[in-house]
């Protein structure tokens, strides 16, 4: 079965510090991972995913995230966090090996990032 | 492209009432699914539709059912509402298998 766990329900950062975000994933056989930010009473947005190849992904925003197959993780970061950064973050998890689609997802981390 | 679009933006419904969501996909995507989220927590996966068939499904009970149609849209019913229903029901749409799924804004639901 396919988990994720993200270990920090909120996280806190001045604007222009860097930032990271964790998830860790199980899965049975190879991962797709993704990350997803949501804001106030709207919907999820796509920021990166890894399938394969370069360990380090870059996606929308200045977000960028690293997969470490060995520690099951794939962390979302930033260099330079911007107030509008702050958002409901979440890591997904899909089973590559398997036919279908169902994404998996943690249970979201707030980032909350102050002038 | 509009991308996925929700209907109704929010539903007020009484207990062992029935209500119908609906979801357009993205322009290009064969593949819907849906998911719950109920308030501080993630999604969880409903179930998924490809080519009019439910193709996988989560552990939601028989009163979740769906539709898909053969222009791609959706429906989501669920029978006998309980309180515990009260969410936020979100659809995605996907193409190719390897990328992303591009979800809607949601449906709110609120159950009293």
């Known amino acids: 079965a396919q988990s994720v766990a993200q270990p920090e329900d909120q996280v806190n950062v001045a604007e222009g510090n860097p930032l990271t975000v964790k998830c860790t994933y199980s899965?049975?056989?190879?991962?797709?991972l993704f990350w997803y930010v949501q804001y106030p009473n709207r919907g999820l947005q796509f920021l990166l995913k890894?399938?394969?190849?370069?360990?380090l992904v870059k996606g929308s925003y200045g977000f960028e995230a690293e997969f470490n197959k060995s520690q099951t993780s794939f962390h979302l970061k930033k260099p330079s966090a911007l107030v509008s950064d702050s958002a409901l973050y979440f890591c997904?998890?899909?089973?590559?090996?398997?036919?279908?689609?169902?994404?998996?997802f943690g249970t979201g981390t707030r980032l909350l990032v102050s002038p | 492209d509009a991308g996925v679009t929700q209907s109704p933006t929010h539903l007020i419904k009484t207990r062992g009432q029935q209500v119908t969501l609906r979801c357009s996909p993205k322009s290009g995507h064969d593949t819907v699914s849906w998911y719950q989220q109920a308030l501080g927590q993630g999604p969880q996966f409903i179930f998924q539709?490809?080519?009019?068939?439910?193709?996988q499904r989560g552990n939601f009970p028989d009163r979740f059912s769906g539709h898909q149609f053969p222009n791609y849209s959706s429906e989501l019913n669920v029978n006998a509402l309980l309180l515990g229903d009260s969410a936020l029901y979100l659809c995605?749409?996907?193409?190719?298998?390897?990328?992303?799924?591009?979800f809607g804004p949601g449906t709110r639901l609120t159950v009293l």
């Open positions: 995605a749409s996907s193409g190719d298998r390897r990328n992303e799924q591009f």
């Open positions: 539709y490809y080519e009019e068939e439910e193709r």
């Open positions: 899965v049975s056989g190879n991962p797709y």
């Open positions: 997904a998890v899909r089973d590559r090996d398997t036919g279908f689609q169902k994404l998996v």
């Open positions: 890894y399938i394969t190849g370069d360990n």
